[in-house]
T-cell receptor, first 110, second 119 residues
């Protein structure tokens, strides 16, 4: 069975500090991984996906198949980054439904 | 264009009553998903529709839950004989396609959710 683990429920950093949100997964096939973000009073939205290999809002994430990880990183956190972040894995052997991690709440303090 | 919409935004019901939750996907999206977001279980998949194919119901927690999708567009999630543990935010998402075996997952666009409270 596939599983996504986000070990930190809450991550609090000061503005300008680096941030890393951890995500580990287990999946028997070729994984497709995503980071979704939910800002306060907004709907869940895609932040980035591993196959795009791009930086969105200063965030990057690299898929490490050896460590089965997909950690989200940003070198200098901003207050507007405060949100709930979910790592997700697609079941591309079925209907691409997503398996989500438990989420990490990022708080960026001024 | 219009995003995914859901109604009602909030629903309070008494234990034992039936409820219906509605989802309007983005026009042209063939794949539609229902998820549930609860304190105890996090975000979990419930059911998936792809075009006119039979739905994948593998995530439904009990036979009190059912869903249909009429005309390949609007979907309704029905919960019969609601229990307090059904209290959660029910999210709907749609994407261009969700065909199995295709090595690419299209972005899923989420609705605002329906917050269900069972008293």
């Amino acid at each position: 069975a596939q599983r996504v683990t986000q070990p930190e429920k809450l991550l609090s950093v000061f503005k300008g500090a680096p941030v890393e949100l951890k995500c580990n997964y287990s999946y028997s096939g070729s994984p497709e991984l995503f980071w979704y973000v939910q800002y306060s009073r907004q709907r869940l939205q895609l932040l980035l996906r591993h196959i795009s290999r791009e930086s969105i809002k200063g965030f990057t994430a690299d898929l490490n198949k050896g460590e089965t990880s997909f950690h989200l990183k940003k070198p200098f956190a901003q207050e507007e980054d405060s949100a709930m972040y979910y790592c997700a894995l697609s079941n591309n052997n079925a209907g691409n439904m997503l398996t989500f991690g438990g989420g990490t709440r990022l708080m960026v303090k001024p | 264009g219009a995003g995914v919409s859901q109604s009602p935004s909030n629903k309070v019901t008494e234990k034992g009553k039936d409820v219906e939750l509605r989802c309007d996907p983005i026009s042209g999206h063939t794949a539609l998903y229902w998820y549930r977001q609860s304190l105890g279980q996090g975000l979990e998949f419930l059911i998936y529709f792809q075009g006119n194919s039979a739905p994948d119901k593998s995530g439904l927690p009990s036979d009190r839950f059912s869903a249909e999708r009429t005309g390949g567009s609007v979907s309704t999630l029905t919960i019969q004989r609601t229990q307090q543990e059904d209290s959660a935010v029910y999210l709907c998402a749609s994407s261009r396609s969700g065909l199995a075996g295709v090595p690419y997952t299209y972005e899923q666009y989420f609705g605002p959710g329906t917050r269900l409270t069972v008293t």
